[in-house]
């Protein structure tokens, strides 16, 4: 399993980004698809998921109503949209894959990771 995320990025308060992760050696129908960041400083935390090839979607608390996750099962691509934008949100951001269970917020929980992408929010 590999997992690749991009789409980090400098921006404003209040601007939007959209993250990817490609990922190969699995099949999203049977994988949970995670996004966990980690702040300087903090322990890494859930921001979302989505399971069952995109049939349920999951978000922590802090980015509900303004962070969506998507799947691509064509491209074997999960995206994490991100709108309005606060400094809080700085972070580098994973991806993580758990093959074959249901859902976790739990970062021990996931197996595999990608390698991470910085996004930073100036205020």
């Known amino acids: 399993v590999q997992l690749q995320a991009s789409g980090g990025g400098l921006v404003q308060a209040g601007g939007s980004l959209r993250l990817s992760c490609a990922a190969s050696?699995?099949?999203?129908?049977?994988?949970?698809m995670g996004w966990f960041r980690q702040a300087p400083g903090k322990e890494r935390e859930f921001v979302s998921a989505?399971?069952?090839?995109?049939?349920?979607?999951y978000y922590g608390d802090s980015v509900k109503g303004r962070f969506t996750i998507s799947v691509d099962n064509a491209k074997n691509t999960v995206y994490l949209k991100m709108n309005s934008l606060k400094p809080e949100d700085t972070a580098v951001y994973y991806c993580?894959?758990?093959?074959?269970?249901?859902?976790?917020?739990?970062?021990?929980?996931?197996?595999?990771w990608g390698q991470g992408t910085l996004v930073t929010v100036s205020s």
């Open positions: 050696g699995l099949t999203f129908i049977n994988t949970v």
């Open positions: 993580a894959a758990r093959i074959g269970y249901g859902y976790t917020p739990r970062v021990d929980d996931y197996p595999f």
């Open positions: 989505i399971a069952r090839g995109g049939s349920n979607e």
